[in-house]
Structures are given as structure tokens and as C-alpha cells.
């Protein structure tokens, strides 16, 4: 016979996900129900949320403007290590 959780209950695991960036596997282990559950109750918290949707697309893309900053100063690093080592291979030639 299959389990009733509240709804309230539903939204709370739902937002430990969410809100808390956790990963699925881990709050369905604490809480006692399957992942599948778990990952149901955060696409509809999502789908009655949209709110949340446009939250998270904002995030999202705080970290990929973060991202982009930390790929473009490793480029220019590796760029310059490029010409340290071709000087240094140049010099320590005869």
C-alpha cells in the first residue's frame, strides 16, 4: 500500500533540494522516500513556483558571468606560461 505525504511535507523536501542546492539521493535517504518521489516533488514545486524559475535563471547566470571571468584570466595564464616557456626554450638552446 503505497505511502500519503502531506503536502506541506512534499514542499519541504522539495525546497531542501532546491533552496539548499542538495543533492536529490541524499534528502530522499534522510527523509525516507525513493528518489523518484523526491525528484517529482521538485518538478512540481517548480511547475507551481515560476517565480522560483526566474530566481534560479538569475543565479544561473551570476555563475556563468563568475564563470566566463575565471576562463578568460586561465586563458590569459596559460597564454602567458605559453611565451615563459617558449623564451626559456629558446635561451637554453646553444
Not at 72 to 81: A, D, G, H, M, S
Amino acid at each position: 500500500m503505497p505511502r500519503k505525504f502531506s503536502t506541506e511535507f512534499k514542499n519541504a523536501v522539495a525546497l531542501e533540494v532546491i533552496e539548499h542546492s542538495r543533492p536529490i539521493v541524499q534528502v530522499a535517504k534522510e527523509n525516507s522516500v525513493s528518489e523518484q518521489s523526491v525528484s517529482r516533488w521538485v518538478k512540481l514545486y517548480r511547475k507551481d513556483h515560476p517565480e522560483l524559475a526566474e530566481r534560479l535563471d538569475e543565479s544561473e547566470r551570476d555563475e556563468l558571468a563568475r564563470l566566463r571571468r575565471q576562463v578568460k584570466r586561465l586563458e590569459t595564464e596559460v597564454e602567458i606560461l605559453g611565451k615563459a616557456t617558449a623564451f626559456f626554450a629558446r635561451k637554453s638552446q646553444p
